[in-house]
């Protein structure tokens, strides 16, 4: 745990964090814990972790989790910033899975504004999901059988 005043942000960094971010982050670190620690190099400048920060200086934090990573070269640090935020984005979503998570949370009644999907996205999202589950119940009247998703593969199987 480092001193949030310790932290020296990076002057170059390239990503942006527009204050809906912030806000959505520092809602996560309430809700769920800092649960990311921010990465620093040897002269406690922020490698990767500059929204985290901004949230944390948002919710008036004294103190964040770090890691220090004082083996990359000045040449490998730079490079990493760029790659740390780049390849996030390269990841897509399985939307057989994405679907029953979100059933799951709205099911236990998990506020879904906390989970940074914006109400347009969500709203997309949720409406595919009843969408699917009135087709479900189409099947079940249709042949007494439920049509069954495995969230990991997206496989549909009908069990009676």
Not at 129 to 142: A, G, N
Request: glycine share 4%; aromatic share 6%; hydrophobic share 40%.
């Amino acid at each position: 745990m480092w001193p949030v005043a310790r932290l020296v942000p990076y002057e170059h960094n390239a990503r942006t964090h527009p204050p809906e971010q912030v806000e959505k982050v520092a809602a996560s670190i309430v809700s769920y814990g800092f649960n990311a620690p921010i990465l620093i190099d040897s002269k406690d400048g922020i490698i990767a972790g500059h929204c985290r920060l901004m949230a944390a200086k948002q919710l008036n934090l004294k103190e964040v989790p770090v890691i220090k990573l004082d083996h990359l070269t000045e040449k490998k640090k730079r490079a990493y910033i760029l790659a740390d935020n780049k390849l996030s984005e390269l990841g897509g979503w399985d939307e057989n899975a994405l679907n029953y998570e979100l059933e799951l949370l709205k099911d236990w009644q998990i506020d879904m504004t906390e989970l940074g999907f914006d109400d347009s996205q969500l709203d997309v999202v949720m409406e595919e999901l009843d969408e699917h589950f009135e087709d479900q119940d189409e099947i079940e009247k249709d042949t007494g059988l439920s049509l069954c998703v495995c969230p990991k593969c997206g496989h549909e199987f009908e069990s009676s």
